[in-house]
């Protein structure tokens, strides 16, 4: 089967593809390095963290780190946004079980997202994407390295 140059214009040359499997796989790593496993670090420091009961109080998005409890630590009350990756399940007035740290009670996460949760979860799929995308990257900068020496010949 021939193809038209119309079907040829559709698919990615082998040096576009190599560029783009390349940034995507930086991308990937970056997002799973830079972001996810610190954001899953932080939510398993709290394992050991005191517990309590919060009230949330705002939720723009709990997942992006905006979702605003309140509680009390050590006869006071604390107001503070729960971390990046925080579970969203929940709604304005929900009573949720969260740890905290004892030197600072603004340091906090829910009692369910302690384990590492979302965040590395996507820590373990972007950092697994990378590595099929530096495959591809290996992949195409085959198909470069070979489309440049059929030209050679």
Same mark, same amino acid.
């Given at each position: 089967?021939?193809?038209?140059?119309?079907?040829?214009?559709?698919?990615?040359?082998?040096?576009?593809?190599?560029?783009?499997?390349?940034? &995507?796989?930086? !991308?990937?790593?970056?997002?799973?390095? !830079? &972001?996810?496993?610190?954001?899953? =670090?932080?939510?398993?420091? !709290?394992?050991?963290?005191?517990?309590? =009961?919060?009230?949330?109080?705002?939720? *723009?998005?709990?997942?992006?780190?905006?979702?605003?409890?309140?509680?009390?630590?050590?006869? =006071?009350?604390?107001?503070?946004?729960?971390?990046?990756?925080?579970?969203?399940?929940?709604?304005? @007035?929900?009573?949720?079980?969260?740890?905290?740290? /004892?030197?600072? *009670?603004?340091?906090?996460?829910?009692? @369910?997202?302690?384990?590492? @949760? @979302?965040?590395?979860?996507?820590?373990?799929?972007?950092?697994?994407?990378?590595?099929? %995308?530096? !495959?591809?990257?290996?992949?195409?900068? %085959?198909?470069?390295?070979?489309?440049?020496?059929?030209?050679? /010949?």
């Amino acid at each position: 089967m021939a193809v038209t140059s119309q079907q040829a214009r559709r698919t990615l040359s082998p040096r576009a593809s190599f560029w783009f499997a390349l940034i &995507v796989t930086l !991308l990937l790593a970056a997002l799973s390095g !830079l &972001v996810m496993h610190p954001a899953a =670090r932080h939510l398993q420091s !709290l394992e050991n963290g005191l517990p309590a =009961r919060a009230t949330l109080e705002s939720i *723009p998005s709990c997942m992006t780190g905006g979702c605003r409890i309140s509680f009390e630590a050590e006869g =006071r009350t604390v107001v503070t946004k729960l971390p990046f990756g925080s579970s969203s399940r929940i709604k304005v @007035g929900d009573r949720i079980d969260i740890r905290y740290r /004892a030197e600072d *009670p603004r340091v906090v996460a829910r009692a @369910g997202d302690v384990g590492g @949760g @979302g965040p590395a979860l996507f820590a373990v799929l972007s950092g697994a994407s990378a590595v099929l %995308f530096a !495959l591809a990257t290996v992949w195409s900068a %085959f198909l470069l390295w070979r489309q440049r020496r059929q030209r050679a /010949a």
